[in-house]
Every structure is written in structure tokens, then in C-alpha cells.
């Protein structure tokens, strides 16, 4: 999947100004990945950094708003502070 099939996969991701996604810290490589469903479409994101004082929350903030083009300022946490997934208001 290149940058703009991903970009657009994720735009069609948020759902009400939100995007809901699964996090997988201390993974191998820093990655997006959206996979196609049935009924709906699962994010999830990939990061490297471990899970701690919120490292790993602000890598997938970064590397969501890189992959959607926007500022990371645009992308703010709603839900799932120290859980794997994640919901996150998108402005």
C-alpha cells in the first residue's frame, strides 16, 4: 500500500471525527497498517518504543499524522491512555 492508498484508507478510518486504532509497542519497526474487514476496517500501528511515561503514545500520534498528512497537533487522545487501543479525536 503506498502513502496516498494509506492516507486515504485512513481518512475513511475516522468515523465521526474519531479513529480507533491498535497499538503494538516494542515491535521490530515503526509501521501503519490498515486492514480491510468485512464490516469495517482495523487500524494499527506499529511502534518501537516501549510502553512507558507515554512514549509509545506520542511515537503512534507522530506516525499517524504523518501518514494522514496532517500537523500532530490534529490528532488528540480521547480514550486508551495505557491501553492498546486507542481513540483518538482527529480536527
Do not use: H, Q
Not at 506499529?46 to 494522514?68: N, S
Amino acid at each position: 500500500m503506498d502513502k496516498m492508498e494509506l492516507k486515504a484508507a485512513l481518512e475513511a478510518c475516522v468515523i465521526d471525527g474519531m479513529l480507533s486504532v491498535r497499538v503494538t509497542p516494542k515491535a521490530s519497526r515503526n509501521a501503519v497498517v490498515v486492514e480491510e474487514g468485512p464490516e469495517e476496517s482495523l487500524v494499527r500501528v506499529y511502534v518501537t518504543t516501549v510502553p512507558e511515561g507515554g512514549k509509545a503514545t506520542k511515537d503512534v500520534i507522530k506516525l499517524l499524522a504523518k501518514a494522514m498528512g496532517r500537523a500532530k497537533s490534529t490528532l488528540t487522545l480521547v480514550r486508551g491512555e495505557t491501553s492498546r487501543d486507542k481513540v483518538f479525536r482527529v480536527e
